[in-house]
């Protein structure tokens, strides 16, 4: 089954304060997508709009064309991850595999799938530790193993790479383009945009609790004969963000450089050298046929 992630000019409020404003995206079935942004913008605001854990102001969030207001997705429909301190606190006596026996008797998993998912998670030579001497990187692999537990067919995962060192970074790069292949959709969320653009098939930039506009990052751009600009800095949702709200298209190529059209590169450098971001390279190009 192909299931789609559709948020749609999502809108939430908490009295005077807007958390997300008109948000709107779509995550495909097969894809990795990532919602990069820094803390504060909304991120963790729409993940649980998305799974029915808060009510949206206006606009929509649905999941296969349901929206869960009414009941939150259970683990074999969504699996999910928004705070690994809540999965950790209740079990901090219990072993890692007594942690995921109890969910998958609570939900009427096979106890089969204990042993798989420790295993997917790298967990399994250390499935008789005490969560409460879990290592945060740790806490983040058992709440994926969580997630993963009922075998759902969508992932979505609030900062799952938080606390994880290059070779577990590395590791869920490689688990989350896996899980994609299968024909899973596979949201993630996060503030590191190299780290998140490394294992993204696309990345959909956040600001100030609204979508950058222009902002939605591909692996790839169609040209379209006008002149382009290769721009590299390591804070690249910070510039996007920038671009975008001058006007400018921003995508990300493979090796984490930025092409930009619609702005000058002057204009670029103007943008960039007033908030304070760092530019390693800008560069006018021109595609021609």
Known sequence: MVIM???????????????????SFTAAAGRVTGLLGPGGVGKT???QVLLGLD?????????????????????????????????YCPHVGNTAR??????????GIPRRRVD??????????????????????????????CALLGDPPVLVLDEPLNGLDQPRLAWAGDLFRRLAAEGRTVL???????????????????????????ARMARTAGPDGGPRVSVRTPDVAVLTALLADEGASVVLNPDKSLTV??????????????????LHELTTERFTL
């Open 188 to 214: 993630l969320s996060g503030q590191l945009p190299a780290e998140l653009a490394a294992m993204a098939d696309e990345l959909v930039v956040l600001a100030r609790g609204e979508p950058a506009a222009g």
């Open 116 to 145: 798989e998912v420790l295993e997917l998670v790298g967990l399994a030579e250390v499935e008789q530790r005490r969560v409460g001497r879990f290592s945060l990187g740790m806490r983040q692999q058992l709440g994926i193993a």
């Open 55 to 87: 009510a949206p102001s206006a606009g929509s969030a649905a999941i296969g064309g349901r929206t869960y207001g009414d009941r939150p997705p259970g683990p074999r429909e969504v699996g999910s991850l928004l705070d690994t301190h809540a999965v």
């Open 98 to 107: 007594e942690c995921l026996a109890g969910m998958a008797r609570r939900h």
């Open 5 to 23: 992630i559709e948020i749609r000019e999502l809108t939430k409020r908490y009295g005077d304060v807007t958390a997300v404003d008109g948000l």
């Open 45 to 47: 605001t729409t993940l």
């Open 261 to 278: 059209t619609g702005l000058s590169a002057q204009r670029i450098g103007d943008v960039a050298f007033l908030n304070v971001v760092p």
